[in-house]
């Protein structure tokens, strides 16, 4: 079974998402928790997408994300 190859627009896409993963890794360098959530849910990153970059836990995450709603 041959594997289907991707079309020019997946690998666009892909290319962006790898893309946008890094330039939060850059923009959160040297911050505090808080803030580094902060700048990641600004670039629309998800709590499961912050915790995987920041190394946070899930929970920490959405901890600290629900505390900054109650703000």
């Known amino acids: 079974m041959a594997k289907q190859e991707k079309t020019e627009k997946e690998l666009l896409r892909e290319m962006i998402e790898k893309l ?6 850059i923009a959160i360098q040297g911050k ?3 803030d580094q959530i902060k700048v990641l849910v600004s670039l629309g990153f998800t709590n499961a997408e912050i915790s ?3 190394g946070m836990p899930k929970g920490t995450v959405d901890t600290i994300r629900a505390k900054r709603k109650k703000r």
Request: charged share 40%.
């Open 20 to 25: 946008d993963k890094l330039i939060g890794v």
């Open 32 to 34: 505090s928790k808080d």
């Open 52 to 54: 995987k970059i920041t």
